[in-house]
Each structure stands twice: as structure tokens, then as C-alpha cells.
């Protein structure tokens, strides 16, 4: 149908007159009824065939996250600024957040200390069987426990090795004298009876 032919049906109708009743029979009607039905599938493929209407549709989501980013920059982007910077300072934090500081420092202070004694506890028996001075624990302690069984072990076989040449060199000089009780280094058949019984 070209204009000048809805000019003239147009002209011939009352202002109240329903428009969709002048164009029943029309060859505008039945194009609009054999066209398809937009579904989200049509939508789709028009999206994926038509480099205008995908333009469009772009272009409108550009403009809506925009708007969004805008919108979100003005509502949060400072604040998170600020937060960040006085997080980064440490200056102007809360009587809160000073407070929580506060007592986490305290925590891990406690939780360190009752670990190290649980630690120390554990090597008490360890020591004592190796015949070392619980004393000495604070020279053996590391962050774990394999280093700190090697110190002890590596200690052992060094204080070991140092009696045994000291033993050696008394011995091969001659200058060792058992003691006896008479206190001359002569052992009488009395010490030895007290030695055994």
C-alpha cells in the first residue's frame, strides 16, 4: 500500500474511529500478521544477523552500565577510598578497631606463650633421658619439631664425644686416680663391698 493510498482511508475517518478497523483487508494488515512473533530465539537471531540492531543493542548497554557505574562512583567509590587510605596509614581507626588490635596482640601473645611452654613440657622427658639439663631447653626450641630433635641429638653426641676424649687423655697420662673412701685413690675390699650391697 503506498501513502497516498492511507492518506485517502485516513482522510475518510472520524476522530473517533478505531484505525486497525480502516486497515482491516489491507495488504498493511495482512503484512503485519504473517510477519514473525518477537520469542527471545527471534530476538537472538536478530542479534546475531543484524549489525544495526546489534549496534543498537550495544549501544543501549553501554549506556545502561554507564549509567550504573555512575551511579555506584557516586554512592561507594569514596568511601572505599577512604578506607583504603586510612587502612594503609593506620591513622584515624576507630576506638574499635584500636581496641580489636589491641586484643589479638593479646591473644597471640597467650596462644604463643601456652604453646612454648606445651613445648618445652613435651622435650622435659626427652631431656631428662639424655641426661641434659632442662636448663638448656631455650637453646634447642625451634619453629619445629624435627630442627629442634636434631639440636638435641646433634648436642648429645657432641657433649658425648668430648667426655669420651676427655676420659681417653686422664686415662692414656696417667693422671687418673680412682677414688676410694680413704681418700688416697686406693680402693680397699670395703669400698668395693659398699659399692655392691
Not at 478497523?21 to 543484524?50: H, I, M, R, Y
Not at 641426661?131 to 619439631?145: H, K, W
Amino acid at each position: 500500500m503506498k501513502k497516498a493510498d492511507i492518506l485517502k482511508l485516513i482522510e475518510k475517518m472520524k476522530d473517533d474511529e478505531d484505525i486497525n478497523e480502516v486497515l482491516k483487508g489491507t495488504d498493511v494488515e495482512t503484512s503485519f500478521k504473517t510477519e514473525v512473533q518477537p520469542t527471545l530465539d527471534v530476538f537472538k537471531a536478530k542479534l546475531s544477523s543484524d549489525k544495526d540492531f546489534k549496534s543498537f543493542m550495544d549501544s543501549e548497554k553501554d549506556t545502561h552500565a554507564n549509567k550504573a557505574l555512575e551511579t555506584w562512583k557516586t554512592n561507594n567509590l569514596q568511601t572505599l577510598i577512604n578506607d583504603e587510605v586510612l587502612k594503609a596509614t593506620g591513622k584515624k581507626k576507630t576506638p574499635e578497631q584500636l581496641k580489636i588490635e589491641e586484643l589479638e596482640k593479646q591473644f597471640n601473645e597467650q596462644k604463643a606463650k601456652a604453646e612454648k611452654a606445651e613445648t618445652i613440657a613435651k622435650y622435659k622427658d626427652v631431656l631428662a633421658q639424655k641426661e641434659i639439663p632442662m636448663e638448656m631447653i631455650e637453646y634447642f626450641l625451634a619453629d619445629n619439631e624435627e630442627i629442634t630433635n636434631k639440636r638435641i641429638d646433634n648436642f648429645k653426641t657432641y657433649v658425648d664425644e668430648l667426655v669420651g676424649k676427655g676420659v681417653k687423655a686422664k686415662v692414656a697420662d696417667g693422671s687418673y686416680t680412682p677414688p676410694g673412701e680413704s681418700g688416697g685413690g686406693e680402693l680397699t675390699v670395703d669400698d668395693l663391698a659398699k659399692m655392691m650391697g
